[in-house]
C-alpha cells in the first residue's frame, strides 16, 4: 500500500490546473479556467477548473471533484494508480510496504497487462542497448534511420531477439503469468495435446519495437518492424486488441506530442512511428499517427480534447491519395478545422525532416498546409480534366464534405470558397447541399417512408404543453447552506438576529440584535433553534462533517476537507462549489453584465438563506395544517389559533426578505 505520507505529498504538489492541462486545452476564465469537456463530444466550452479551490466541474455530464479523482475519471485508474501516475509527473518517491506474491496475483486483470506491458518494454529496450544482437540488428536500424540515442530512449524503441521464445521464457523467470503475455498478445500460445505442454512463441521475434502509449504514458501495446526480407511475414505487426488496447481509439505518439498539441493548438497527423518520431527528434513535437490504421472517430475526438485544429500531412507520391483524403471528411463531421500538406515527390515527413532544419521544416508546412476545399478541389480538378461529367462528379464530392460540417456559419464560408475555385453560382452548390444533406438524412432513416410523411404533412396535430420540472425549493435552499459553510464557515461576519416578542397590542414583532459570529456558528445555532434538520443525505453528511471540521480547528483548508471525503462526497462537493461557475462561461462582463461578488455580502447572504427556509418549512407547515381543518367533524380552534400564529410570523419573514405577498 502506499503511505499517508506520500499520498499527502502528492496531494499539496500537484496543481490541478497542470494536471488537466495535459488532457485539456485550458484557457483562463476570470480566476478559473475553462475548457472543452473531456468526457463528452461538445463544441462549446462546460469544463471548469478552479486552481484556488483545486477542483475541477463537468457540467456537460455531472462529474467533478480533485485532481486524483479527474486522473481516474479520464484514465479509468484506480486510486492507487492515480496517485502512483502524479507522484511520477512530480517526482515523488512513492513510500510503500513490499507487496507479497498473493498480493501481486490478487491484483485485477486490467492493472497485470499494464505491468506485463511495462515489463515487456523495459525487456525490449534493454536487449537493444545491452546485447549484442540487439546493438548489431536493432540499434544500428534506428541509427541509420537517423535516430539519436537520446530520441530513441525517449520514444522506448527496443528489439526483440530473433528467438522462438525468448522473451517468453524472461518474463516467466520474472514471474510473469502466462495468462496476461496470452491476454497482451505478446506471447502466442498453441496447445497440443493433453499430456504435452502447450508451446509458446513470442509474437514480435526478430522485430525492432515501438511501444504505444496512452495519453498518461502507459504502455498499452506495440508495433514491431521485421527486418529481414521475409516474403511471408508482415512488413509491421501490431499487438491484438486487449482489455488495455483498442487501436481505433489509439494515436501513436500522443503522450509525447499532448502539451505541443493543446500549446500550438495545431496537431500534424501523420501514416507511421517513423513519421512520428523524426518530426519530433526535428523539433515538430504536435505530430501523432493513427499507427497505419483506419482515422477513426474516437482518434479525433481524443485529439479534439486538446486542439480544434488538425494538419494531415500526405507522402507527395502516396498511392490511392484520392482514397486516403476520405479521412477529411470524418475530421470534419466531429466538428474539426482541418488543413492538408503534401511533400514534394518521393519524400514523406519522415524522410523530409531528416534532410532538412526546423526553420525550413516549419516554414514549408507553414507555407505548403493549404485549406482542405483547396487542397480536394485541386486533387479532384486533375482528375476530372476537361470532362464535364467527372467535373459535375467532383464538385459533388466536395459538397460532399462541407455536407458533414456541423457549424452552418462554416459550411456557408466553404460554399462561398468552393464557388470561387471551381467557377460555378453559389445557388447551385447550395442546392446540391439540400440534395446531399437530404439524402444523408434519408440514409440515416430520418426521414419517414413516402407514404407516411404525405399523411403526416396533412395531419393537424395539438401542440402538447410540456411538463415543467417542479423546483424542489427545500434542496436548493439546503444546498445553499452547504455552499456557503464551505466558502465562508470560518470567516467572522456582524449578524442582525431577530428575536420575535410581542408589542403592546399583542402583536408579533422582530426586534433586531447585531451579534459578532463565525458563519459557521451563525447556522448552526439558528439551524438548532429552529430544530431544522437537512432532509438531503448528501448535504446532511458534508453538513455534519463540516461542523466537525471548523469545531476542531480554526485553520479550515477546503482542499484538505475535499480529500478526506469518499469519492462519493468529494464530487458532490465539488459539485455545489463550482454550480455557480458555470455562469462564466456566458462571458457576461463582455455583454456589460458584472455579477455581484457574494464574498462581499456574506453576512446578507448568510441571514437570506436562512429566513427563506424559515419562510419554506413554514408555508410547508401551514399546507399540512389547513388539510386538518378541512374535517368538518372536528373543533379545530387551537389548529386555526396557530395556524394565525404562522402566518403573522410568516409575514413578518417576508416582509424582512422584502418579498410582497399575494
Not at 490546473?17 to 466550452?45: H, M, W, Y
Amino acid at each position: 500500500m502506499i503511505s499517508k505520507n506520500t499520498i499527502d505529498k502528492v496531494y499539496e504538489t500537484a496543481r490541478i490546473e497542470e494536471v488537466i492541462g495535459d488532457f485539456v486545452q485550458l484557457k483562463k476564465s476570470g480566476a478559473n479556467f475553462k475548457g472543452l469537456s473531456p468526457f463528452t463530444d461538445e463544441r462549446s466550452p462546460s469544463f471548469m477548473v478552479s486552481p484556488v479551490k483545486q477542483i475541477w466541474k463537468d457540467f456537460s455530464s455531472g462529474k467533478g471533484g480533485n485532481v486524483v479523482a479527474f486522473v481516474m475519471e479520464h484514465e479509468h485508474f484506480t486510486y492507487p494508480e492515480a496517485i502512483r501516475y502524479l507522484a511520477k509527473k512530480y517526482q515523488i518517491e512513492i513510500e510503500e510496504t513490499i507487496q507479497s506474491d498473493e498480493q501481486k496475483e490478487a491484483a485485477d486483470e486490467r492493472e497485470s497487462m499494464y505491468l506485463v506491458s511495462e515489463f515487456a518494454a523495459r525487456y525490449f529496450s534493454e536487449i537493444l542497448w545491452a546485447s549484442a544482437a540487439g546493438q548489431a540488428i536493432g540499434l544500428s536500424y534506428f541509427r541509420e534511420r537517423g535516430f539519436t540515442d537520446e530520441t530513441i530512449k525517449k520514444f522506448g524503441l527496443g528489439y526483440c531477439l530473433d528467438e522462438w521464445d525468448g522473451f517468453t521464457k524472461a518474463a516467466i523467470d520474472k514471474k510473469y503469468d502466462l495468462k496476461y503475455l496470452e491476454a497482451t498478445g505478446l506471447t502466442i500460445v498453441k496447445p497440443t495435446n493433453e499430456q504435452a505442454t502447450a508451446k509458446t512463441f513470442d509474437r514480435f521475434k526478430g522485430r525492432v519495437m515501438f511501444p504505444i502509449h496512452s495519453m498518461s504514458g502507459r504502455v498499452l501495446g506495440f508495433g514491431g518492424r521485421i527486418l529481414t526480407q521475409d516474403k511471408k511475414a508482415a512488413k509491421y505487426l501490431n499487438s491484438p486488441e486487449s482489455g488495455i488496447y483498442n487501436k481505433s481509439k489509439v494515436l501513436y505518439g500522443i503522450y509525447m506530442a499532448k502539451q505541443a498539441i493543446a500549446k500550438q493548438d495545431n496537431c500534424y497527423l501523420v501514416e507511421g512511428y517513423t513519421d512520428v518520431i523524426q518530426m519530433h527528434q526535428s523539433g515538430i513535437h504536435n505530430v501523432v499517427s493513427s499507427s497505419g490504421t483506419a482515422l477513426t472517430s474516437d482518434q479525433i475526438r481524443l485529439l479534439s480534447r486538446l486542439t480544434k485544429n488538425i494538419t494531415v500531412l500526405f507522402d507527395g507520391d502516396a498511392a490511392g491519395l484520392r482514397a486516403s483524403i476520405r479521412g477529411i471528411d470524418l475530421i470534419l463531421e466531429q466538428g474539426m478545422n482541418v488543413k492538408i500538406c503534401t511533400f514534394p515527390e518521393g519524400e514523406d515527413p519522415d524522410s523530409f525532416s531528416k534532410k532538412h532544419s526546423l526553420e525550413v521544416l516549419s516554414a514549408y508546412l507553414e507555407r505548403e498546409s493549404q485549406d482542405f476545399i483547396q487542397f480536394k478541389a485541386s486533387i479532384l480538378v486533375k482528375e476530372a480534366a476537361n470532362d464535364p461529367v467527372k467535373r459535375a462528379e467532383t464538385i459533388r464530392d466536395i459538397v460532399g464534405s462541407i455536407a458533414k460540417i456541423p457549424d452552418a456559419i462554416q459550411r456557408e464560408v466553404y460554399l462561398q470558397s468552393c464557388a470561387q475555385i471551381m467557377d460555378i453560382s453559389e445557388q447551385v452548390l447550395y442546392n446540391t447541399l439540400a440534395q446531399v444533406s437530404k439524402k444523408e438524412a434519408n440514409a440515416k432513416g430520418v426521414a419517414q417512408k413516402n407514404g407516411a410523411a404525405a399523411e403526416e404533412r396533412f395531419k393537424v396535430v395539438k401542440p402538447e404543453t410540456p411538463e415543467v420540472e417542479k423546483l424542489n425549493v427545500q434542496w436548493i435552499l439546503e444546498k445553499k447552506i452547504i455552499e456557503i459553510l464551505l466558502l465562508y464557515g470560518n470567516h467572522k461576519a456582524t449578524f442582525e438576529d431577530l428575536i420575535l416578542a410581542s408589542n403592546e397590542a399583542g402583536e408579533l414583532v422582530l426586534t433586531p440584535k447585531k451579534v459578532e459570529q463565525k458563519v459557521f456558528e451563525k447556522v448552526y445555532l439558528d439551524l438548532q433553534e429552529d430544530e431544522i434538520e437537512l432532509t438531503q443525505d448528501h448535504f446532511k453528511g458534508i453538513y455534519f462533517k463540516l461542523i466537525e471540521s471548523f469545531n476542531q480547528s480554526e485553520n479550515f483548508d477546503l482542499t484538505v476537507f475535499i480529500r478526506n471525503q469518499s469519492e462519493e462526497l468529494s464530487a458532490a462537493i465539488s459539485s455545489i462549489l463550482m454550480e455557480e461557475e458555470k455562469y462564466s462561461l456566458g462571458q457576461w462582463e463582455k455583454k456589460d453584465i458584472f455579477p455581484k461578488n457574494k464574498a462581499l455580502g456574506v453576512s446578507q447572504l448568510v441571514t437570506e438563506t436562512i429566513l427563506s427556509l424559515r419562510c419554506f418549512l413554514i408555508k410547508k407547515r401551514m399546507g399540512v395544517m389547513q388539510e386538518t381543518t378541512r374535517d368538518i367533524e372536528k373543533d379545530h380552534r387551537e389548529v386555526k389559533e396557530e395556524l394565525v400564529s404562522y402566518l403573522q410570523l410568516y409575514t413578518l419573514l417576508n416582509k424582512k426578505l422584502n418579498r410582497v405577498l399575494s
